[in-house]
Structure formats: structure tokens, C-alpha cells
């Protein structure tokens, strides 16, 4: 069994920065993809980005160029970094793994809140 669990969320302000952790911990053998999807009041969950294990990234449109994930393969942990943030941001951050314990799985974390406001 494992488990992933994000931090870092919070209130700040448009034009601001958070930077998201997620661990990822247990029975682990390997952790492929791993990821941050967000969802925002009455919408559906969306990939925010994606870093494989051997690092390529793909990020959805709308975070191109301010949002820059990163992963410390050696500490099963995946960064979030998020500039210029503004208000149609404001959303649950989930923290998304492929890992294989006995058999591949894919992993959730609980979330975190992040929201964007004056």
C-alpha cells in the first residue's frame, strides 16, 4: 500500500506565488507518472501538469509559462511551482502517482486549497 499527501496551499494574492509538495510514501517499488490535477467549484477535475520519471513535463494551456513542476525522485516527492497565480487558479489541488506496490495504481491525495483573492 501507499500513500501520497500534498501541502503547501493557502491564500494569496493575484500576481503571487505558492509552491505545492506532494510525498509520496509507503510499500513503494516504483513511481512512474506523477502529477498535479486541480478542481475548481462546479467543474470537472483537470491535469494542471505532469512529470514522468524521467522528468519530461507536459502542462494544460492555461499554466504554460507560470507553473513549473519538478520531482525528487530519490525523496518521492513532486513540487508545484506556481508564479503569477490568478484568480481562475483559485481551485483543490490533488496530487496524483502511478506507483506500483505489488501491481501499478494510481494514487490521490486529499487536496489542498488554493485560492487567489485581494
Known amino acids: 500500500q501507499a500513500h501520497v499527501v500534498e501541502s503547501g496551499g493557502g491564500l494569496v494574492q493575484p500576481g503571487g506565488s505558492l509552491r505545492l509538495s506532494c510525498v509520496a510514501s509507503?510499500?513503494?517499488?516504483?513511481?512512474?507518472?506523477m502529477g498535479w490535477y486541480r478542481q475548481a467549484p462546479g467543474k470537472q477535475r483537470e491535469l494542471v501538469a505532469l512529470?514522468?520519471?524521467?522528468?519530461?513535463?507536459q502542462y494544460v494551456n492555461a499554466v504554460k509559462g507560470r507553473f513549473t513542476i519538478s520531482r525528487d525522485n530519490a525523496k518521492n516527492t513532486v513540487y508545484l511551482q506556481m508564479n503569477s497565480l490568478k484568480p481562475e487558479d483559485t481551485a483543490v489541488y490533488y496530487c496524483?502517482?502511478?506507483?506500483?506496490?505489488?501491481?501499478?495504481?494510481?494514487?490521490w491525495g486529499q487536496g489542498t486549497q488554493v485560492t487567489v483573492s485581494s
Open positions: 496524483y502517482a502511478r506507483i506500483t506496490t505489488l501491481t501499478a495504481n494510481d494514487y
Open positions: 509507503g510499500s513503494i517499488f516504483s513511481i512512474y507518472d
Open positions: 512529470i514522468t520519471k524521467a522528468g519530461r513535463t
